[in-house]
């Protein structure tokens, strides 16, 4: 089965401070897709980045960067020098590649959610 | 850029009433999907649709209706509504074709049963 963990459930810190959002998650596959997805408090769901489990380079965009690693089946995601427009519920996601006749449609399995405020 | 469109995006509904949440994209997605969010729970999957006349269940079907006439609409129906259904409701969508895809999400839909 599949299982996407994570253990926080809100953080706050202050602006400009850096802060990691923890992603566990949990697969019997060898490929397999991880996701983050931004909510902001106006609902809806952004999509930030999708990692395939053959990549495990880490990935930089901005102030958001991505830690991937399979031995310790985590990918967890850090924002350096926080802004209060980063003040959101953040969602890792997990799913298995779809294959086309095996029934298998890659429905993506959310975490809990990570609440995180950013004071100013 | 329309990308997924819901409506209506606030319901109050009385136990025992029918609805019909609407989903429409158009971005020629075969996969559509919908999703309810509840505090603590992350999202769950109700039902999908893998493209025209195909539909199934996901993690939380029951209550839940669906139908897929076209490639572009998906509309979630609640037959008789109950307040464990109180929730907001995502519906998603994506292309099919290759290994896997970005789901794009609609703005959602808060739906509340008293």
């Known amino acids: 089965a599949q299982k996407v963990t994570q253990a926080q459930t809100e953080i706050s810190v202050v602006e400009k401070e850096d802060v990691t959002l923890d992603c566990v998650y949990e697969?019997?596959?060898?490929?397999?897709?991880l996701f983050w997805y931004k909510q902001p408090p106006s609902g809806e769901l952004v999509f930030l980045i999708r990692r395939n489990s053959f990549d495990e380079q880490n990935e930089i965009s901005g102030r958001y960067s991505w830690n991937f690693q399979k031995s310790t089946s985590s990918f967890n995601f850090t924002i350096t020098a926080s802004q209060v427009v980063d003040s959101a519920v953040y969602f890792c996601a997990l799913t298995r590649p779809r294959r086309e006749g095996s029934g298998n449609t890659g429905k993506l399995i959310f975490g809990q959610g990570t609440t995180l405020q950013v004071k100013p | 850029n329309a990308g997924v469109t819901q409506t209506p995006k606030f319901q109050v509904l009385k136990t025992g009433q029918s609805m019909t949440l609407q989903c429409a994209q158009d971005m020629n997605h075969e996969y559509m999907s919908w999703y309810r969010q509840d505090p603590g729970m992350g999202l769950r999957l109700i039902h999908y649709?893998?493209?025209?006349?195909?539909?199934d269940q996901g993690e939380v079907p029951n209550g839940y209706n669906v139908s897929r006439s076209t490639t572009e609409d998906f509309p979630l129906r609640l037959l008789s509504a109950a307040p464990s259904q109180t929730s907001v409701y995502f519906c998603?969508?994506?292309?099919?074709?290759?290994?896997?895809?970005?789901?794009?999400f609609g703005e959602g839909s808060r739906l509340t049963v008293l």
């Open positions: 649709s893998v493209g025209a006349g195909i539909t």
């Open positions: 998603a969508s994506s292309q099919l074709r290759g290994l896997t895809g970005e789901l794009f």
């Open positions: 697969t019997r596959d060898t490929t397999y897709y």
